[in-house]
């Protein structure tokens, strides 16, 4: 299989056409190699428009939702990026590319060790992994000028959005089956504001409990 061919007929054919348009983004999709962190059994699939499973309910991204939820944090190379959920590290290495430094948090330690590989071939080291439950906040607040958000919850948490520094933004993926939507919240002067981006549909990040319906 061509690799560079198939990257960049993902480049032109998924990812531009969903609006995704930053020459930072598009040449940081460019620079990593997105084949390097799929399973061996799916690498047939790296530059495919279709979720990659990864085992225990998890997957990668279609490589245009990713795209589309990393440009909309518009980041600049001072920014500190929380990333929930690591997965095998592609996207740690994409954002890597574009910002000071990525600290990124997986509960899977299977995957953790996965992307531990993945990033040390690639020689990143403007990243940190950790293992652990970030669905409720990592670390102190107002530490991140951006938060990704690789899975779904019913809401994003107020522990998540409290990491947010001044003008920090974060983006994930909230609501149910089959509605979900991609949202962007950024904090501002006055106050936090939300919007939504487009739809789609991702597993929920473990322990990210949905809340009790009410009984009557």
Known sequence: MDFEAARANMIDQQIRPWNV???QTLNALESVRR???VPEDYRN???ADVKIPLGDGEVMLEPKVSARMMESLQLSTNDRVLEVGTGTGYLTAVLSQVCAHVTSVEI????LEQARRNLGMAG??????EQGDAHDGWGT???YDAIVVNGSMARISDGLIAGLA???RLVGIEGHSPAMRVVLYQRTDGGMTHRSLFETEAPRLKNAEDPPEFEF
Do not use: I
């Open 21 to 23: 348009l930053g020459l």
């Open 35 to 37: 084949e390097d962190f």
């Open 45 to 47: 699939l790296a530059f």
């Open 108 to 111: 899977n330690p299977a995957l």
């Open 124 to 129: 990143l080291e403007n990243v940190a992994l």
């Open 141 to 143: 607040e107002g530490a």
């Open 166 to 168: 001044k003008d920090g």
